[in-house]
């Protein structure tokens, strides 16, 4: 098929920034849960594990009562089993479930049937978001300018003459199957890399025009009313290769790569308002649309003035140094200002209230 279109607990105290505004302390313990792959590299166990203690505390900070809770694997309901969803809430930091496919939307669910409030998006908007054709033609059809793009589930019969192009898994996200090789630059280089795709995770492959221009990447936050926080630019200046100049896996996760260490993060972006404006826009709309709760991330790429969504992330990184924190942080929100911020959201839907 073808289709073508145009358009376990733990209390750690750490030190944290300065609070930008009143303490709020929470009438309901928290659990926040965050994973860990238990076949991860030592060294990013550690990590991951040191940044869901630093949230912990920083929200501690805060005036809440916080348990840290590491979920290694698909154990998420008997580690909750000891917890009232009356008395407290869970900041979902989860992004997998060991051991399960499409773990991340199934955090949800489990959190959804025990009855817990908790931060961030429901089950289904975070299953929509995986699926990235469907997405692109739900914005598109309502008017949300996207990238041209097809879906390919056979490398035959390719049609298509928009060059350069990137390919992707059309299933998966934080850019897993994306590297400078995804970006082909003729019909034998994309039909080469559809195959690849199809064959490697057994899903089609989604193409599209490269907008090989300035990227975005836009946190908004809120629910009722959706606040635009301000824009982090990725800077691709080190690299004159156009392969290079996207965010691939490698530049996300890969410490020691030279796209990770050369891709600078610009916050804020320098731009008009007239551009701001239309960004805005845009990510307000494409984070209704496919449902994002209390927060969520838009990428968004810019040619020849004009904005282009790539992807709406409802489960975006929270991490100290990731583009919402940051965003969050140049707009007065310390780290813990940010994670109270959301807990606020959370329990306005707690049983309780």
Same mark, same amino acid.
């Given at each position: ?204 492959? =989604? @193409?599209?025009?490269?907008?090989? #221009? $300035? ?6 936050? *809120?629910?009722?009313? %959706? ?61 209704? =649309? @496919?449902?994002?709760?209390?927060? #969520? $991330? ?6 020849? *003035?004009?904005?282009? %969504? ?44």
């Amino acid at each position: 098929m073808t289709r073508l279109h145009t358009g376990t607990g733990t209390d750690v105290t750490v030190g944290v920034p300065a609070e930008a505004s009143s303490r709020s302390p929470s009438p309901a313990s928290v659990l926040l849960l965050y994973g860990v792959h238990p076949e991860w590299e030592p060294d990013e166990q550690h990590r991951v594990a040191r940044e869901g203690r630093r949230l912990g505390a920083a929200i501690r900070r805060r005036g809440h009562r916080v348990r840290v809770l590491e979920i290694r694997g698909n154990h998420l309901v008997d580690t909750l089993a000891p917890f009232d969803p009356a008395e407290a809430v869970v900041f979902n930091w989860c992004e997998f479930l060991p051991g399960v496919e499409g773990g991340e939307a199934e955090v949800a669910d489990v959190l959804e049937q025990l009855g817990f409030a908790y931060t961030g998006a429901p089950p289904e908007t975070i299953r929509l978001s995986y699926d990235k054709p469907r997405v692109r033609a739900l914005l598109e059809d309502n008017g949300v300018p996207v990238p041209c793009w097809a879906q390919y589930d056979a490398p035959g019969q390719v049609s298509w003459d928009i060059f350069p192009a990137i390919v992707k898994p059309a299933w998966e996200h934080c850019s897993i199957g994306v590297d400078r090789w995804s970006v082909v630059l003729n019909g034998d280089e994309l039909v080469q890399r559809i195959a690849h795709v199809i064959e490697t995770y057994g899903q089609p492959a =989604l @193409v599209e025009d490269f907008i090989d #221009g $300035r990227e975005f990447h836009v946190p908004l936050w *809120g629910n009722d009313a %959706v606040e635009m926080l301000p824009p982090v630019e990725m800077d691709f200046s080190a690299f004159g290769d156009v392969r290079d100049r996207l965010c691939s896996y490698e530049s996300k996760f890969s410490p020691d790569s030279t796209s990770y260490r050369r891709i600078r993060s610009r916050i804020p972006a320098r731009l008009t308002a007239a551009e701001r404006d239309e960004l805005e826009e845009a990510c307000r709309l494409a984070y209704r =649309l @496919v449902g994002c709760r209390d927060y #969520g $991330r838009i990428d968004v790429r810019q040619r020849d *003035g004009r904005m282009y %969504v790539l992807d709406v992330n409802p489960n975006a990184d929270l991490s100290a140094d990731a583009s919402v924190a940051l965003a969050a942080n140049k707009a007065g929100f310390c780290y813990g200002a940010m994670g109270s911020r959301l807990l606020e959201w959370a329990q306005n839907r707690a049983p309780h209230q």
